[in-house]
């Protein structure tokens, strides 16, 4: 019994002892006004490295957002437990069904973040670690692929040099977050009590963790990369130096044709006093210097000249028969391209004879333009077909006549609804309606035109510039026909003529003072049934009543 006794007095002591040592654990330390100091000269050169941290860094965003996705994904999944936990019971409390809403809202809230951030699951680091691609390399032949390899050299060093940058930012990125290792491990030894520098320290270490792995791969690859680019500038160097001592070898010999031309053109002039017989031989000379010009090109430039040969033989017969048709195709292929009247996405109308067409470019080759018909008022009231692909050829540039649609970056046209309404109706009324429905439809697109137009100005001498729907009154022999205009997307016009039309004949019929007029015929036989005329301040005439 007294055993007993003295253990709990013991166990008493101890759990007293014990609870004043974590009381004392848990105050917090005081500091030396020398430590304070200490602290603030940290906190301050702390803050200018998260703000460095912070700015423009691609890195740290992705890290940032790849940190978030992973930690609305362990929310995420957490929710999706206790939801499965709640349904699984069979019999729950409204407040239970209460906890359950509110879990499913936030579980769907959650889903859609967790989409928005999809690309940041798995790997976000790779689109930035890997290299840029190398296209082909150019094949140095002629002193016209000089330019271009030239070109590629150029895009070959930009690359690089974007490349180099983004390694450099992620060094610098790793720099910042040692040092601010180093500031937090102080800031902890002079003030060890404080969670928020132990949190802070726990949150860079892991971005050291996520980006070592990360600054390694880069090394390696941006090695590899290194030594390929190298390795392609150094066969292009060679190789353009190859070809541009090629080209002044070839320059030399056909400059020294040209002298020797121009030699044997002087001598015949000075000796020969028979100018028929010099024609002839001027003649010679230039056709003689042009194939001996043409041999040469083709043996420096040619490999396999023989197959040359061959191919224009067998194809001689061929081009004899169709070279007008094709030569004429040619023209108007050099003629589209540089005019520029016609682009490949422009919409086009094709007028031939009695055949229309209207569709937008897709192609355009050397001997034909190739059209995808669209449903247009065209193919509604003519051909009653529509998407099928219409081949033009070139040389009917010349003969036939194509309206372009969307030229020089106009992409409206005007188009045009008419209606008709009887002769007592209040016109202005009617026109009125017509305007507004119009104005309203059509607003967009007039101020995208009115854009366009400015800005053609001074390429095109244009009087008429107005933008804005266009409202006619006509006299017709059924009554009066309202014609509206106005400017609409030139690759959907039927679409707008719909929505104008509906609107137009709603509000029409809306209207008492206004009725619609076609081809009618009315018979009295007793008496006299005609609708009452409408006055002008909105009253029927009393005899007509």
């Known amino acids: ?119 940041y699951e798995k790997d976000p680091f790779k689109k930035f670690l890997t290299p840029p691609s190398i296209d082909d390399v150019p094949v140095v032949g002629n002193p016209f692929a000089v330019i271009g390899a030239l070109s590629y050299q150029k895009k070959l060093n930009s690359d690089q040099e974007a490349y180099i940058l983004r390694y450099n930012s992620l060094k610098s990125l790793m720099s910042k977050l040692r040092e601010k290792e180093a500031l937090l491990k102080q800031l902890i030894e002079i003030n060890p009590d404080s969670k928020k520098f132990v ?32 390795e392609i500038k150094l066969n292009l160097r060679n190789a353009i130096k190859r070809e541009m001592s090629k080209a002044f070898t070839i320059g030399a010999v056909i400059l020294f044709f040209i002298l020797l031309l121009f030699l044997i053109k002087y001598l015949v002039r000075k000796y020969m006093s028979d100018n028929d017989r010099f024609y002839t031989i001027n003649k010679a000379l230039n056709i003689t210097f042009i194939i001996v010009t043409l041999l040469t090109l083709l043996l420096a430039y040619i490999e396999n000249v023989s197959y040359l040969v061959t191919i224009l033989g067998f194809a001689s017969a061929g081009i004899t028969i169709a070279m007008k048709d094709w030569f004429m195709s040619l023209m108007g292929w050099f003629t589209i391209v540089l005019g520029g009247t016609i682009h490949v996405g422009d919409r086009v109308k094709f007028q031939r004879g009695d055949i229309e067409y209207i569709g937008d470019i897709v192609d355009i080759s050397m001997l034909r333009m190739t059209l995808h018909e669209d449903v247009t008022l065209t193919a509604y009231m003519h051909n009653r077909r529509a998407g099928r692909v219409i081949f033009i050829p070139n040389n009917f540039i010349f003969t036939d006549m194509i309206a372009n649609y969307s030229h020089a970056g106009l992409k409206t046209v005007w188009d045009g609804i008419d209606f008709m309404i009887t002769f007592d109706s209040d016109i202005q009324k009617a026109a009125s309606i017509a305007k507004e429905v119009t104005k309203k439809y059509s607003k967009g697109y007039t101020d995208i035109t009115r854009k366009q137009l400015n800005k053609l100005r001074s390429q095109y001498h244009m009087k008429n510039t107005n933008v804005e729907p266009r409202i006619l009154t006509l006299i017709e022999p059924y009554g009066m026909k309202i014609s509206a205009w106005y400017l609409t997307n030139s690759y959907a016009t039927l679409t707008l003529r719909s929505t104008i039309s509906a609107e137009i004949i709603k509000r029409i019929n809306a209207e008492e003072s206004v009725n619609l007029a076609f081809p009618t015929q009315s018979i009295y036989v007793d008496k006299d049934v005609r609708k009452p005329k409408y006055m002008d301040d909105g009253l029927f005439e009393e005899s007509d009543l």
């Open 199 to 230: 949190e802070e320290y726990k949150v860079n270490q892991s971005q050291i963790k996520a980006f070592e792995p990360v600054i390694d791969i880069f090394d390696t690859t941006n090695n590899v990369y290194t030594k390929k680019i190298d």
């Open 1 to 119: 019994m007294h055993i007993k006794f003295l253990f709990f007095i013991v166990l008493f002591v101890t759990s007293l002892t014990l609870a004043q040592t974590d009381a004392n654990a848990s105050m917090p330390k005081k500091m030396s006004p020398q430590d304070n100091a200490k602290i603030n000269a940290l906190l301050i050169q702390k803050s200018v490295l998260d703000k460095a941290l912070l700015r423009d860094n691609i890195w740290s965003k992705i890290y940032s957002n790849y940190h978030t996705y992973k930690e609305l994904k362990k929310h995420y999944e957490l929710l999706d437990a206790e939801i499965v936990q709640l349904e699984k019971k069979k019999r729950l409390t409204k407040k239970q069904k209460k906890i359950l809403e509110k879990e499913k809202e936030k579980k769907n809230i959650l889903r859609g973040k967790l989409q928005l951030l999809k690309e």
